[in-house]
Structures are given as C-alpha cells and as structure tokens.
C-alpha cells in the first residue's frame, strides 16, 4: 500500500521533511517529520522508549513509524483505507468512538 503512504505524506507535510506541527501545546501533541508522528506514538510502535525528536526527523526513522503505525492502523480496522487514514490521524480510539456514536443514531 506505498499509494496509501505516499498519500499521508503528502497530505500530512506537503513532503516537507522537517515539518514540527505543534498541536495544542500538550505533552506529547507535536507530530513530527514527513509523515507527522507524534513522538509518543512512535517510541511506542518502534519500542523505542528513548527515542527523541531529532531523531524522529530523520526521513528513515520517521518512514518506519509512520509506516509501522499505518500498517497497525489498517489491522486495527481491518483493511478499510478511509478508516485507517482517518485513525492515522486523528487516533485510533477517536475513530472507534465516532463509530460507536454513530452506531447508536
């Protein structure tokens, strides 16, 4: 699925390597590199407690998280692109609750 992340790519930093998007201020919020990881969502999905910022703006190391996060986005909703996409970016457990509130109309 290199569509799917070519598409992330260019709709999450317009391919511009360094892109820091600081979110809200919180903790955690700032989304980093080519494909805009959070830094806690890749020291997670890399099993890289220690992983830095700096070191998720290296192009290799912010295409592997986000390829790895992608990859579990689409188990996580079983194959389904928009939905995947759509956890890729705002978060898994926003996804599945909107779901749910929508399940319920």
Known sequence: RAELLFDCAQRESQWDTTAINRDDGAPGSDS????????????????????????LL????????????????????????????????????AVKEALKELATR
Do not use: H
Not at 32 to 55: F, H, N
Not at 73 to 83: R, T
């Open 32 to 55: 980093y590199g080519l494909l805009q990881v959070k830094l806690t969502t890749a020291r997670w999905i890399l099993s890289k407690p220690q992983l830095t910022a700096e070191e």
């Open 58 to 93: 290296r192009v290799g190391m912010n295409i592997e998280a986000g390829t790895r996060y992608l990859k579990y986005c689409l188990e996580e909703f079983g194959g389904d692109e928009v939905l995947a996409v759509a956890a890729y970016r705002s978060g898994p457990t």
